[in-house]
């Protein structure tokens, strides 16, 4: 038995011997990933406030006895949530009259144009914000009021007056 | 014949401890010069390069910010003389646009450093492209025109290792 060791021992340091053969150096595999991402993306929480939008109409306006055509057209510059639209409907006092303000029976009848509902879409017109707009869009077909000639005859000559109300919505598409 | 065996295994093992001693140049007398070099050099062991491209986390931009953002990678490596590390930011849409969900709608951003091979050298601590801030970034001029949405885009940062020439 002691003989059977001290052959095999013998023969183990003698294979050591050999090992600075077998430990040449080798090319250096590298194996993580090649390739990662990163996303630039809007903050979600920071929309909520970002909507704005203008509707400018017009300022009061005075017409000469007489007119034919008055321009009350209105425009709008909007920024709202994806799926979203903004409604602007007109609206004539008085079933579309024109009143004496002084009291008197006769009126001025006139026919509206451009009074129905019309939605805007969520970006409309160009704008970083309400105060901050470059680029307006003027609703179509425009809001005009048309007075035939006729109906300028035969009424008392005085200061007749409708108002105008412009009303605006927020809506989804 | 036993130990015959014993003596030859013996002896043997006793040449193996001088090994290193044979392996030696020998100066004599003789010698001229009397002098010898002896070199001592590393052995380069499997996997001893590495190295660590940093990407930036998702960056998020609140609605109306126009501050530009670092996008930079960063990289720590140990590589071997006359390796190469590069690194190439790009982006799948050519056009710089941040889409919304359905890609309908499209935020434009301004980037830099874009599609540029960055190389760092074979020691490289914490570095960013050129060691330049800013090198590569990306930033949003104008929300104006656009519906208020989520807008997003993936940058992709690219590594590419080439082992130094034989």
């Known amino acids: ?173 | 014949m036993k130990k015959l065996i014993a003596l030859v295994l013996s002896a043997v093992m006793i040449a193996s401890l001088g090994l290193i001693a044979f392996a030696a140049n020998n100066i004599t007398q003789e010698s001229d010069p009397k002098k010898s070099d002896v070199i001592v050099r590393t052995v380069i062991p499997p996997s001893s390069e590495s190295y660590t491209v940093q990407i930036p986390a998702d960056v998020e931009i609140p609605w109306g910010d126009s501050d530009v953002r670092d996008m930079n990678p960063k990289v720590t490596c140990q590589l071997r003389l006359g390796a190469k590390l590069t690194v190439t930011v790009t982006d799948s849409d050519s056009t710089n646009t941040l889409k919304n969900a359905d890609r309908t709608a499209g935020l434009k951003y301004t980037p830099t450093g874009l599609g540029v091979a960055y190389q760092f050298k074979e020691i490289s601590n914490d570095a960013i492209p050129n060691d330049t801030a800013n090198t590569v970034s990306v930033c949003v001029p104008s929300f104006a025109g656009v519906p208020i949405a989520v807008y997003q885009t993936d940058l992709t940062y690219t590594v590419d290792y080439t082992a130094p020439a034989p």
């Open chain 1, 1 to 173: 038995m002691k003989k059977v060791i001290s052959v095999v021992l013998a023969v183990l340091m003698i294979s050591a011997i050999c090992v600075p053969v077998f430990a040449a150096a080798s090319p250096t595999d590298i194996t993580t990933e090649t390739s990662g991402t990163a996303t630039v993306k809007v903050d979600e929480s920071s929309l909520d406030a970002a909507e704005w939008y203008v509707v400018q109409i017009p300022a009061d306006k005075d017409i000469a006895w007489g007119t034919e055509s008055v321009d009350m057209n209105y425009k709008v510059a909007c920024q709202l949530a994806e799926g979203k639209k903004l409604t602007v409907t007109v609206t004539g006092s008085d079933a579309n009259t024109m009143k004496d303000e002084n009291g008197g029976e006769d009126t001025i009848a006139y026919t509206p144009t451009g009074f129905d509902a019309k939605d805007f879409d969520a970006a409309t017109g160009v704008g970083e914000s309400a105060t901050e707009v470059t680029s307006w869009v003027d609703a179509d077909p425009a809001v005009k009021l048309t007075i035939p000639a006729a109906n300028w005859e035969g009424i008392a000559v005085s200061v007749y007056k409708t108002t105008l109300t412009y009303n605006v919505a927020l809506g989804t598409v």
